[in-house]
């Protein structure tokens, strides 16, 4: 069964193809014209093992707000389509992820509802050319078309490119655990109401 989708989405502000594979290898390759967030997605994949590409022309020599928001959009709805009825999948995951000084939990559930519960405390509000408050931006944009609860708590640390790239790489590592397929129950949907 091949879990691979597709998204292609044009808006006035930015043009973006992504293609995500939830059974790859950790293999990507993204240009989002960001360095920033080229580096967190690329994390995202590799500790996910989700292949992922993304090519991104956006708007942004106005800002990165367009960007960052449009190709959480497109990977919420990737996983989405990838998905498709959930048969099989764990559905349920969470991480604790060490980064240095960092500490970051990431808990997941394919519930079929949009919430973000979010608690990294980044007091930098820039890395880079990168304004940090586009982080909470993105997984907003994620959890809404990929239908899905996600909680991103930081537990410990200070350092804001730490905490985020913890962020990153534990909810890989996270949302790999939630749609792996239980071969027990490859043809259930768990949930008792038998939709999600």
């Known amino acids: ?17 992504l293609t995500l594979d939830l059974d790859g290898r950790g293999n990507s390759s993204i240009a989002t014209g960001s360095g920033f967030l080229d ?4 994390l995202f994949a590799k500790h996910g093992r989700f292949d992922l590409t993304i090519a991104c022309d956006g708007d942004v020599d106005v800002d990165y707000h367009h960007t960052t928001e449009d190709i959480g959009i497109c990977l919420g709805l990737a996983f989405k389509e990838a998905l498709g009825d959930k048969k099989g999948i764990e559905r349920y ?27 990294l405390k980044l007091t930098q509000k820039s890395v880079g050319t990168f304004d940090t408050e586009l982080i909470e931006e993105f997984w907003w944009a994620v959890v809404r078309n990929a239908e899905c609860t996600l909680h991103l708590k930081q ?3 200070k350092n804001t490119h730490h905490i985020i790239e913890g962020a990153f790489k534990s909810a890989g590592r996270t949302f790999k655990k939630a749609v792996t397929i239980d071969e027990n129950f490859k043809d259930e949907v768990p949930s008792t109401k038998g939709v999600l």
């Open 155 to 157: 537990l410990e640390g």
């Open 1 to 17: 069964m091949s879990r691979i989708a597709t998204i292609n989405r044009k808006t006035a502000e930015t043009d973006i193809k």
């Open 93 to 119: 995951g969470s991480t604790i992820l060490p980064m240095d000084e960092a500490l970051i939990l990431t808990a997941l559930d394919f519930s079929g509802r949009a919430y973000l519960g979010y608690d």
């Open 39 to 42: 580096h967190m997605l690329t």
